[in-house]
């Protein structure tokens, strides 16, 4: 079954300090794989985007996410948060073959605390 | 800019009423997708539509909900009868290509919020 798995759906961390905001997903095909950021009643704004080629990707923000095939993971991390970070963070995956539609995590709460 | 445009942002109705919410997909994009979003919860897919063409409606209720994106004007989508469980976010998203054809992106708009009383 394909899936999208974000493990932490809250994270607190002081301004400043490094964080990373794990997805894994579940697939047996080739994926396409993203970030989108949500703030507060706003839509989606794509941070970053795997599509092929190197595994390390960079985004908007300063923040970057690594691409791992064998652990089916994309971990989104910043080395230093900002207050205006504080945002719901969305992996979405798009699955190759059949699928006509990106699949979302449940998204993770990131606050930043001064 | 003339990105994903969403309308109403909010609307409030009363069980047993009908909501309707329009999507006007950025300039150049035929492809619109539709997501709920729950409180608390991720987005989940709805339906996805081409002009006058639905493409996949996998992820709609069976009964009340129903979409459409006609050759002019914008993509809408309706609910009959409305409950309290239909309150969440709406989300419409665009793309120039079908996700099978292009890299998968989405470009969302701001979300039609929907509350019932």
């Known amino acids: 079954a394909q899936s999208v798995t974000q493990l932490d759906s809250q994270v607190p961390v002081f301004e400043e300090a490094p964080v990373e905001l794990r997805c894994n997903y579940s697939?047996?095909?080739?994926?396409?794989l993203f970030w989108y950021v949500q703030y507060p009643n706003q839509g989606l704004q794509l941070l970053l985007k795997?599509?092929?080629?190197?595994?390390l990707v960079k985004g908007i923000n300063g923040f970057e996410a690594e691409f791992n095939k064998s652990q089916t993971s994309f971990h989104l991390r910043k080395p230093s948060v900002h207050i205006s970070d504080t945002a719901e963070y969305f992996c979405?995956?798009?699955?190759?073959?059949?699928?006509?539609?990106?699949?979302f995590g449940s998204g993770t709460q990131l606050t930043v605390l001064p | 800019n003339a990105g994903v445009m969403q309308n109403p942002r909010h609307l409030v109705r009363r069980r047993g009423q009908e909501a309707r919410l329009r999507c006007s997909p950025m300039?150049?994009?035929?492809?619109v997708y539709w997501y709920r979003q729950l409180p608390e919860e991720g987005l989940k897919f709805m339906v996805y539509?081409?002009?006058?063409?639905?493409?996949?409606e996998s992820g709609m209720p069976k009964e009340r909900f129903s979409a459409e994106f006609p050759k002019e004007g914008p993509s809408i989508l309706r609910i009959q009868q409305v409950v309290r469980g239909d309150s969440a976010a709406y989300f419409c998203?665009?793309?120039?290509?079908?996700?099978?054809?292009?890299?998968?992106?989405?470009?969302f708009g701001e979300g039609s919020r929907l509350t019932v009383l």
């Open positions: 998203a665009s793309s120039p290509h079908g996700t099978g054809l292009n890299t998968g992106e989405l470009f």
């Open positions: 795997y599509l092929s080629g190197s595994t």
């Open positions: 697939s047996s095909v080739s994926v396409y």
């Open positions: 539509l081409q002009k006058e063409n639905i493409i996949d």
């Open positions: 979405a995956v798009w699955f190759s073959g059949s699928a006509r539609q990106l699949t």
């Open positions: 300039k150049g994009h035929s492809h």
